[in-house]
């Protein structure tokens, strides 16, 4: 089954803490993307990738890294998370403008 | 920039109903455009999508036309279901003079349907 898979899905953390979100693909799509969903504000680009080793910022990068070593995993990587980072996390991927998305990450962090 | 304005909910129908959701959108290039659908605790399902000029995009009693003399691409079904309660996320994808994929949503819309 096609399908792009995301863990954790829910996560709460103290300020500071460095974490991890990981996603994974498995229809060989060379884009992968991550996006985060605020109340009143629809979801909003963090970074993209359009291959391995190819990454770069989409609107709200501030506060994040990523990495891509291997085609299928896009990590999403907070190094000291603060509480407005807050938010639902969706990883997608996409072979052109159709994207798929994961089931979404909760973040909590207090 | 691009960006995607659509009708701000929420909207609560009884079953049968006829639903409109309108959304509006403002591109430099030639964007394509989509509609996503998000169930309670769940991520983004494509519902629809054209890609240029006067297309009509359906999927399950849903429909969408791209209508570029208004820059609209309203989502429309003739009779609403309980099962069809979600958010729905208007979209577009301009990849004019880049290489980057991204989708613009709007703020979504969240649809509530009674029986």
């Known amino acids: 089954e096609a399908q792009v898979t995301q863990n954790p899905r829910y996560l709460i953390t103290v300020t500071g803490k460095k974490l991890t979100v990981t996603c994974s693909q498995n229809?060989?799509?060379?884009?992968m993307s991550w996006y985060r969903q605020d109340p009143g504000l629809g979801l909003r680009q963090i970074y993209y990738?359009?291959?391995?080793?190819?990454?770069d910022k989409g609107d709200v990068p501030e506060g994040y890294k990523v990495s891509r070593k291997e085609k299928r995993n896009f990590p999403l990587i907070l190094e000291s998370p603060s509480p407005n980072q807050t938010s639902l996390y969706f990883c997608a991927s996409s072979y052109r403008y159709e994207q798929y998305f994961g089931p979404g990450t909760r973040l909590t962090v207090t | 920039g691009d960006s995607v304005t659509q009708m701000e909910g929420p909207v609560t129908l009884s079953e049968e109903a006829f639903l409109t959701i309108n959304c509006t959108y403002t591109?430099?290039?030639?964007?394509?455009l989509f509609w996503y659908v998000q169930y309670p605790g769940e991520g983004l399902q494509l519902l629809l999508k054209a890609t240029k000029a006067d297309d009509k995009g359906s999927n399950k009693g849903f429909e969408a036309t791209y209508r570029k003399e208004t820059t609209s691409f309203h989502l429309e079904k003739g009779s609403v279901q309980v099962s069809d309660s979600a958010v729905y996320f208007c979209?577009?994808?301009?990849?004019?003079?880049?290489?980057?994929?991204?989708?613009?949503f709007g703020k979504g819309t969240l649809l509530t349907v009674n029986p």
């Open positions: 591109a430099t290039g030639y964007p394509s």
């Open positions: 990738s359009m291959n391995v080793e190819v990454t």
């Open positions: 979209a577009l994808s301009d990849r004019s003079g880049g290489s980057n994929y991204k989708l613009t």
């Open positions: 229809m060989n799509h060379e884009y």
